[in-house]
């Protein structure tokens, strides 16, 4: 028994699901910045089962492209991350709340 | 020797590898962009000493105005009808009218940000190198949008505006606010751009290609008879964009970020960033996916009503003036989707103009504000506006233009804009749409007269509190008010030559022949 | 043995995931997800993406999830236990709404799975033509998207300049890694 390519999008939606969630759920933002990497990783495994299924590279390619966009991101956003703690070293529970919707 | 490489590894040397021809003459705009911006850095690098700020401002503004020329350069080659648009770099990207005027557009407004940081940037101490960089590079992204003829394309031009622009969000480090500003933005871009790329992904997969030309062509060939992932990758298409451009209910992160972000930035938002946001919408939906009308169409016009209600509701209860400008272009960003809903030539005609016209508002309101801010950029509360008039007749009649212009009063450029989007609205029969349209223009326009009142009508105390000081208007922000005042007068009176530009810049439907 | 192996890596992957989501430990979560980034390269290789297996592993688990584990070391890991974002308004309504719009669709798709509408195959890209599935990607990388690859260039000379602006500053704070903190960049690309 082989496996059928909707299990790998269906495997793809649910940790895309599970990412989104933990990302609106969860206020520590470096648990956030992890929550997007597994959403970009679902994005990868889709696009890596497509690209089988219509037995084309490009899919392949674009993961590459994920990849260097997830790397750029991580270190923006932890250097905003740091670079607020830094400014206020003593402070540890501290909320990000300055701005109110 | 590399050829012995490959037959060492077994590679047949022959096998055809075609380089993709590289049209320089499609990427000038984009290069000059770029260029410029690692010139700025290496320079600055490299010169021992700090150099002004004015020298930065000098470099962007001639960088960007070059870009703009190049670009408007072309405009006659490919709106000819005889050699039409084309395709550059093995079809990745697309030069027709539409992406002419984008990028043109973007450049310009790079010149604008740029005139406006000058005074802002010697007022807070930042570094002026740093920001003229991201500022060029994060434009350079929305040119990538707007050329893309690739999802990807578009995908990673979206990526190179956004990331700049989240550390632009955070530029001044020493305020709480811009930090928090920068934070938010990333947060919300990145789970924006993740919803983004998962689309991609599904329309990759229904269609066989990220290529719009292609995908286009597949979908005018053979509609899927089961269309689950074709939709399901527009709707994500759609959340994912809507983020980026804030329509409600996406809008929620742009009082806040809007707000903390330093002005000349907040200015680059919601003029720059709006332009490649739609123009990626108008390329993707309206144009690539325009087979499937019937599907997006209803999505478009929920949303376009959800924004023009909300967005000015939220705008009248604000008292703080910058937050205020927020809520109001999340409110145009709802009349720029009632161009895109019509999903007709003529909406994309109006949408492209009202972008034009807003954006200069938008930049010369946030300009204003920006002047009118203290040190450290508090102090913009509507008390701070009160009795303007009196101490700067002139920042308060440039700033009550503005504001009249957004409320859509006639002979300024927003009239014209809303009489455009709206009158697509209606030659597609979405009727309620364009009455709505224009009971909340009418709801949106106490949000400014409130401003303008305060400006006019209100006493004098705080400048009696803080003693002599008046608002300062250094020469460049000057000239740059002075730029975005003409172009809003010009464009409500004699409108006709941005509109038929618009009309002409449709986009381009090319596939690559593999 | 397919089934086999896409059930413990599916298994794998989600526990990761799960782990991310609901760990109060940051570097709990880290490793969590280290666990993920693994089942996932497992999958790609099961779908001859084999190259894309092994920069899964190079750059996610070796750079990124490394600078992740930097940062909660250079912040001490209580506060990077303890710092918190204030929600937007109706973040947490929004995660219910989307928890279960994915969930339905997720039935749908399970409901249908068997009949997804492809595109059109490709005719031209091939995963393994001449030279095997390594010089493939090269080839399309270095055609069809040397646009694109060009562009994430200007990506990364864009994260440089940021992560200087955001460590360079405030000269009264404790400005000790300045320059190191950001230098996994380099590992990243």
């Known amino acids: 028994m082989s496996v059928d390519y909707s299990w790998y999008l269906f495997l793809g939606a649910a940790l895309f699901t599970i990412g989104a969630y933990g990302l609106l759920i969860r206020r520590n933002p470096l648990v956030m910045f992890m929550c997007i990497e597994l959403m970009l990783n679902a994005v990868n495994l889709t696009f890596v089962t497509f690209s089988r299924m219509l037995n084309d590279i490009g899919g392949q390619v674009v993961v590459f492209f994920v990849l260097v966009v997830a790397a750029a991101e991580v270190v923006v956003g932890l250097g905003i991350l740091v670079s607020i703690l830094r400014r206020r070293p003593s402070a540890t529970v501290d909320d990000i709340s300055a701005l109110k919707g | ?514 | 043995m397919d089934v086999f192996v896409f059930a413990v890596a599916a298994a794998v992957i989600l526990i990761g995931a799960m782990g991310v989501v609901f760990s109060r430990n940051p570097v709990h979560a880290a490793l969590m997800l280290v666990m993920t980034l693994f089942g996932i390269a497992v999958l790609f290789v099961q779908q001859q993406a084999h190259f894309l297996a092994a920069v899964q592993v190079v750059v996610y688990a070796g750079a990124i999830v490394v600078l992740f584990l930097f940062v909660i070391m250079l912040l001490g890991v209580d506060v990077a236990e303890n710092v918190t974002v204030e929600p937007l308004v109706g973040q947490r309504t929004a995660a219910w709404v989307i928890t279960a719009g994915s969930v339905g669709l997720l039935t749908a798709l399970a409901i249908r799975a068997a009949q997804v509408s492809l595109g059109m195959p490709s005719g031209t890209r091939p995963l393994d033509g001449e030279g095997g599935n390594l010089v493939q990607l090269a080839r399309v990388l270095f055609s069809d998207y040397l646009f694109a690859f060009e562009a994430t260039s200007v990506l990364l000379v864009i994260a440089v300049v940021g992560a200087v602006v955001l460590a360079n500053r405030s000269p009264g704070s404790t400005a000790d890694a300045g320059e190191q903190e950001h230098s996994p960049t380099g590992a990243g690309r």
Request: glycine share 10%.
């Open chain 2, 1 to 514: 020797m590399i050829a012995g490489m490959f037959a060492q590894l077994g590679v047949p040397t022959d096998a055809p590898f075609a380089v993709p021809e590289v049209a320089w003459s499609a990427l000038t705009p984009l290069l000059i962009l770029i260029v410029g911006a690692l010139a700025l850095l290496v320079v600055t690098a490299l010169v021992p000493r700090t150099l002004p700020v004015g020298f930065f401002t000098v470099t962007t503004v001639a960088v960007a105005a070059g870009a703009a020329v190049a670009s408007l350069g072309s405009w006659d080659r490919v709106t000819d009808p005889d050699r039409g648009p084309y395709m550059a770099v093995a079809g990745a990207i697309t030069l027709d009218g539409f992406s002419v005027l984008v990028t043109a557009l973007l450049a310009i407004t790079v010149v604008l940000v740029a005139l406006l940081a000058d005074g802002y940037l010697r007022r807070e101490g930042l570094g002026a190198a740093e920001f003229s960089v991201l500022v060029l590079l994060s434009a350079s992204g929305g040119v990538m949008m707007a050329l893309a003829n690739d999802l990807i394309v578009m995908f990673l031009g979206l990526e190179v505006l956004s990331i700049a622009l989240y550390v632009l969000a955070g530029f001044q480090g020493d305020r709480r606010e811009s930090q928090e500003s920068a934070m938010k933005y990333f947060l919300l871009g990145a789970f924006a751009s993740a919803f983004l790329l998962y689309g991609i992904a599904l329309v990759y997969g229904a269609t066989g290609s990220t290529n719009l030309g292609e995908i286009a062509g597949f979908l005018a060939r053979d509609v899927p008879s089961e269309q689950g992932l074709l939709l399901g990758g527009m709707a994500m298409l759609i959340v994912g964009f809507g983020f980026k451009i804030g329509v409600v209910p996406f809008q929620s992160w742009v009082p806040d970020v809007y707000q903390g972000a330093p002005t000349p930035v907040t200015a680059f938002m919601a003029s720059g960033v709006k332009v490649a946001g739609f123009a990626a919408l108008l390329r993707v939906i309206v144009s690539a996916l325009s087979v499937q009308a019937q599907d997006w169409r209803p999505v478009m016009w929920v949303l376009a009503m959800l924004t023009l209600v909300v967005g000015p509701a939220m705008a009248i209860v604000q008292t703080d003036v910058k937050r205020m400008l927020a809520y109001s272009s999340i409110s145009h960003a709802g009349f720029i989707l009632i161009g895109v809903q019509a999903a007709s030539d003529r909406g994309t005609a109006g949408a492209l103009f009202y972008l034009f016209a807003y954006s200069f508002m938008a930049l010369g309101a946030f300009g204003v504000v920006s002047l009118v801010a203290r040190q450290g950029d508090v102090g913009v509360d509507l008390d701070r506006f009160r009795g303007l008039s009196k101490r700067r007749p002139g920042l308060a009649l440039v700033f009550a233009v503005f504001l009249l212009g957004q409320t859509g009063v006639p002979l300024t450029s927003g009239f014209m804009a809303k009489f455009s989007v709206i009158g697509a609205a209606v030659a597609s029969e979405s009727y309620a749409l364009a009455m709505v349209a224009m009971l909340t223009s009418v709801v949106g326009a106490f949000a400014y007269l409130r401003v303008i009142v305060a400006m006019y009508l209100g006493d004098d105390e705080e400048m009696a509190e803080e003693g002599t000081r008046r608002v300062q208007i250094p020469a460049a922000a000057g000239l740059a008010l002075g730029l975005a005042l003409a172009v809003t007068v010009t464009l409500g009176v004699l409108p006709s030559t941005v509109l038929d530009a618009a009309r002409d810049a449709v986009p381009a439907r090319l596939s690559p022949s593999r």
